[in-house]
């Protein structure tokens, strides 16, 4: 079956190195790309100097001309994966463009993410370990990853070609002015209950504290915010165990747990069920 290409020139790999610190990371994009990738760990970037979470298992992407700041918690710092791309050229995007979005952005892999790793785990140690073939070796794994990469962007509608949304955009837009905080952080959770997201992240977005977060939150919603984020996250669980045949553990995944027995006794405990007899029951 023949279908259109999705990279228009090979790219190439002008560097590539893992950070591990609690201190800030600069990641500055001139006339090239930077994506990184966070193995472990939780924290922000900053864009336009607003903050914005970063968490494990997500990729942040840097466009050329410009930079982000990574800031590590001190409670879970970073390990990352920095890599430089030289000659990004997506069809239907300007040249160095993963998105339609020219500024720094970060969206969690949800597909396939330990075939993602293992795809950069080749590629880090095909980098520190030349040998025969090398460059087009890495060449071949950098164009796996980046098709990856679009794929996952597909899915959240978020890439230039039109494709079903099968998941939520990532929303990098600064909290909207004429809602109330409590607004504004139940809008960012229905957008991003997949993350990683703590009290304090969500506090952060809006600029107050997280005790007057939790309070004004839990007056206008009913809820507190977390209790908020755990019920996005199961109806969205409801959601795929009805619509799709993705294993309990994958759906574990794609709502933002990593852990599936710690997911089967909070759903069961949300529903009264566990997940697969929910799904037995309502298909």
Same mark, same amino acid.
């Given at each position: 079956?023949?279908?259109?290409?999705?990279?228009?020139?090979?790219? #190439? #790999?002008?560097?590539? =190195?893992?950070?591990?610190?609690?201190?800030?990371?600069?990641?500055?994009?001139?006339?090239? @790309?930077?994506?990184?990738?966070?193995?472990?760990?939780?924290?922000?970037?900053?864009?336009?100097?607003?903050?914005?979470?970063?968490?494990?298992?997500?990729?942040?992407?840097?466009?050329?001309?410009?930079?982000?700041?990574?800031?590590? !918690?001190?409670?879970?710092?970073?390990?990352?994966?920095?890599?430089?791309?030289?000659?990004? =050229?997506?069809?239907?995007?300007?040249?160095?463009? #993963? @998105?339609?979005?020219?500024?720094?952005?970060?969206?969690?892999?949800?597909?396939?993410?330990?075939?993602?790793?293992?795809?950069?785990?080749?590629?880090?140690?095909?980098?520190?370990?030349?040998?025969?073939?090398?460059?087009? =070796?890495?060449?071949?794994?950098?164009?796996?990853?980046?098709?990856?990469?679009?794929?996952?962007?597909?899915?959240?509608?978020?890439?230039?070609?039109?494709?079903?949304?099968?998941?939520?955009?990532?929303?990098?837009?600064?909290?909207?002015?004429? #809602?109330?905080?409590?607004?504004?952080?139940?809008?960012?959770?229905?957008?991003?209950?997949?993350?990683?997201?703590?009290?304090?992240?969500?506090?952060?977005?809006?600029?107050? !504290?997280?005790?007057?977060?939790?309070?004004? =939150?839990?007056?206008?919603?009913?809820? @507190?915010?977390?209790?908020?984020?755990?019920?996005?996250?199961?109806?969205?669980?409801?959601?795929?165990?009805?619509?799709?045949?993705? @294993?309990?553990?994958?759906?574990?995944?794609?709502?933002?747990?990593?852990?599936?027995?710690?997911?089967?006794?909070?759903?069961?405990?949300?529903?009264?069920?566990?997940?697969?007899?929910?799904?037995?029951?309502?298909?």
């Amino acid at each position: 079956m023949n279908t259109p290409s999705i990279l228009l020139k090979t790219p #190439l #790999l002008a560097s590539c =190195f893992e950070w591990a610190e609690v201190g800030p990371c600069v990641v500055r994009a001139e006339s090239d @790309s930077s994506l990184v990738w966070i193995r472990a760990g939780s924290g922000q970037y900053l864009v336009s100097g607003k903050p914005r979470p970063l968490q494990e298992g997500s990729c942040l992407f840097v466009p050329p001309g410009t930079e982000t700041t990574m800031l590590s !918690s001190q409670e879970r710092p970073f390990r990352a994966i920095v890599l430089q791309i030289v000659s990004l =050229f997506l069809d239907g995007l300007d040249p160095g463009l #993963l @998105s339609e979005r020219d500024i720094p952005f970060a969206f969690p892999v949800l597909r396939d993410r330990y075939r993602f790793e293992r795809i950069l785990d080749d590629l880090m140690y095909e980098w520190h370990n030349p040998q025969y073939g090398q460059a087009q =070796f890495i060449s071949s794994l950098l164009q796996a990853m980046l098709i990856h990469l679009v794929r996952e962007l597909r899915d959240r509608n978020d890439y230039a070609p039109p494709a079903p949304a099968t998941g939520v955009e990532i929303s990098d837009q600064p909290a909207t002015e004429d #809602l109330s905080s409590a607004q504004n952080v139940k809008a960012y959770i229905e957008k991003n209950f997949q993350l990683e997201l703590s009290l304090n992240d969500l506090a952060n977005y809006v600029y107050v !504290s997280p005790y007057h977060l939790s309070r004004v =939150f839990k007056e206008e919603i009913g809820m @507190s915010p977390i209790q908020y984020l755990i019920k996005c996250r199961i109806d969205e669980a409801k959601r795929l165990l009805v619509t799709t045949d993705l @294993s309990v553990r994958e759906i574990a995944m794609q709502v933002g747990y990593a852990n599936a027995n710690y997911f089967n006794l909070l759903f069961s405990k949300m529903t009264g069920d566990s997940p697969g007899k929910y799904r037995k029951q309502n298909r």
